[in-house]
Structures are given as structure tokens and as C-alpha cells.
């Protein structure tokens, strides 16, 4: 693994060396916060690094908008029968050349990164010089503590080597079960952002399925397995996923998928702006339904007499008027009279 990794431990270190310079000048240069906020400014290099990545992956969200109808389809022509509804829909991915993993290139592409910083901390906890880190720098990085956790240290670390590096367990799992639920919250919400704010819920796809399990198939992974990551790990997940929240809300707002809330919101905004140019047909069928909901009369109050029958025993009265005796044929005498 370490002769794999060994050029990423060199570019990892040494953008980490870079701005460790620079943030050395305003605070101590064993402090927590210059290293920190090295890690911090190494996720956004790495993240502008991947924004044609992020493009790809728009596009891609785009062209799967786009074949909804086409899915509809075959969703309804297959609908008794999976197995072909799937397999037409990977036909019909091939014949487009879309790809409806693409949701997860960045992630992927990250990857390599996250566990070279990975081993790098974990060569600073034993001491070991790394990439390009002098034995003076791995010294002060295994010094360094954020809230009072070194930040090579993790939650499972044994109270002895927690002490070795000058900090208590108790310091360490607070901090580091703090930073595991922010990690897990902001990858839960950034991903429930997008099902419930850019995704045309009219059609169910393979897409959305898959987005609804990484909803709740990511939070929980970073949390079974952050409590292995050393702190300067979920610095670095914490900070790519705030990274990612704000990218992601930038583009809802921006350019929506078709269809979705966000789109219906953006419209609008649009409109009451002035902005917003509607074909002719739209224009007059939103006048239509605004001077049908003008127009409706409510219905006239009632008195409890009314409601209990009334007006439907006045109505019979009326159905039912009495007969009159026609002239000259009086009518037949009671039987006083005969008396």
C-alpha cells in the first residue's frame, strides 16, 4: 500500500508543508490551528482540482433527466416484470451513453487522497517521517491538538498512547464522536437536499433508488468506521462534505433540474421579477384558473333547522302542491253533513 501511495503521500504532504508555511505566520506553529486549517485548505485545492469531475456529473444528472419520458415507458410497458424493465433500461443507458454512476465520480476520485492523508497521519502518530515531512515537522504535527485532541489520534486509540501524545481519552472520544456526527448529519442533508430539491420526483428510476440509499447508506458508514479515522481524517471528511453542501445548493438555486421543487421555485422567482418569458398558451391558462377561483361563490349558511331536513321538506311542499277541488263538482260531504 505505501509504495502504491507513496507519489500521493508526496503531493499530500507537501501542499500541507505549503500552507502550513503560510498559516504559521499568524498562528504558533505547533498549534492545532495551523495544522487544521492546512488539512482544511487541502480538501479545497483538491476540490477545485475535481470541479470538471462535479461538471461531468451535472451533465450526466441532466441526461438521465432528459430520458424520464423514455424510462416512464418502459416503466409502464414492464411493470409486471423486473427483470426486463432493468434490462431495458441498461439498453436504453448504452444506446444514449449515459451512465448513472456518475453521481459518484467525485467521490471516488477522492479517494485516493483520503487514505493517503490517512496513512501520512498515521505515520505522524508513530513518529515516522513521511512524503516530505522533516522529522522537526512530523514532531510538530503529533504535537498539535484541536480542542484537545491531537490530531493524529483516533477514537479507538488505548488511554496510553492517548497519553504519549500529551491529551486524555476523554479529550480524544469527545472531540472525535462530535466530529463523527457532524460528518454524518452533513453528508445525510446533503444528500436528502438533493431527493427532495433537484430530482423530478413524477418518474421513479434506478437513479433515484440509488440516491435514496446513499442518502442513508453514507451517514452510517462514516459512522461505524470514523471511529477509526484519526481527527485530522474527519477534519478532512467534514470539511469536503461542507465543501460539497454548499457546491450543490449553489447549482439547485443556480440551474435545477427540470421538473424538480427547486425548478417550480426558480420559476417563480423568475416570474415575479419580471424575468421569467411564458408562452402565450401558459400565460392564458394561469389567467383562466385565477378567474375560476375568482369567480367561486360559496355556499349560502345555514340554520340548523335547514340542515337537519328542512330544506328538503320544503322542497317536497312545493313539488306537491294541493289539489283543488275543480268548480262544479263540489267535493264529497262529511258524514255531518249526510246527517
Aim: with cysteine; proline share 6%.
Amino acid at each position: 500500500m505505501n509504495s502504491i501511495l507513496s507519489p500521493l503521500y508526496w503531493v499530500v504532504t507537501q501542499i500541507i508543508v505549503l500552507f502550513h508555511r503560510f498559516y504559521s505566520l499568524v498562528f504558533a506553529e505547533d498549534s492545532g490551528w495551523a495544522w487544521g486549517l492546512s488539512i482544511v485548505s487541502l480538501v479545497i485545492v483538491i476540490r477545485i482540482a475535481l470541479i470538471p469531475l462535479f461538471v461531468k456529473q451535472i451533465k450526466a444528472t441532466r441526461n438521465l433527466q432528459a430520458l424520464q419520458p423514455r424510462m416512464k415507458k418502459i416503466q409502464e410497458r414492464y411493470k409486471n416484470d423486473r427483470q426486463r424493465q432493468s434490462e431495458e433500461m441498461m439498453k436504453l443507458y448504452r444506446e444514449t451513453g449515459t451512465n448513472p454512476l456518475s453521481s459518484c465520480l467525485p467521490i471516488l476520485a477522492q479517494s485516493p487522497f483520503f487514505l493517503a492523508l490517512f496513512q501520512v497521519l498515521s505515520h505522524i502518530a508513530n513518529d515516522e517521517k513521511v512524503g516530505v515531512l522533516t522529522q522537526d515537522q512530523v514532531i510538530s504535527a503529533r504535537q498539535a491538538t484541536i480542542f484537545g485532541a491531537p490530531i493524529a489520534t483516533r477514537f479507538m486509540d488505548g488511554a496510553e498512547k492517548v497519553a504519549q501524545l500529551g491529551a486524555t481519552l476523554t479529550e480524544v472520544r469527545t472531540v472525535t464522536i462530535i466530529m463523527i456526527v457532524l460528518m454524518s448529519a452533513s453528508q445525510f442533508f446533503t444528500q436528502r437536499q438533493l431527493m427532495t430539491k433537484n430530482v423530478d420526483l413524477s418518474v421513479k428510476t434506478p437513479f433515484m433508488n440509488q440516491q435514496k440509499m446513499l442518502m442513508y447508506v453514507f451517514p452510517l458508514m462514516f459512522a461505524i468506521f470514523g471511529i477509526n479515522f484519526p481527527v485530522g481524517v474527519l477534519i478532512y471528511w467534514l470539511t469536503t462534505n461542507v465543501w460539497s453542501m454548499g457546491q450543490q445548493l449553489f447549482v439547485i438555486n443556480r440551474n435545477p433540474t427540470p421538473g424538480s421543487v427547486a425548478y417550480q421555485q426558480r420559476q417563480e422567482r423568475l416570474r415575479k421579477k419580471g424575468k421569467l418569458k411564458e408562452e402565450p398558451a401558459e400565460t392564458e391558462a394561469a389567467k383562466a384558473a385565477e378567474a375560476a377561483r375568482s369567480v367561486r361563490t360559496q355556499p349560502k349558511r345555514q340554520s340548523k333547522s335547514q340542515r337537519q331536513g328542512g330544506p328538503v321538506q320544503g322542497q317536497q311542499a312545493k313539488k306537491q302542491p294541493a289539489k283543488k277541488t275543480p268548480p262544479g263538482k263540489p267535493g264529497k260531504p262529511s258524514a255531518k253533513t249526510k246527517k
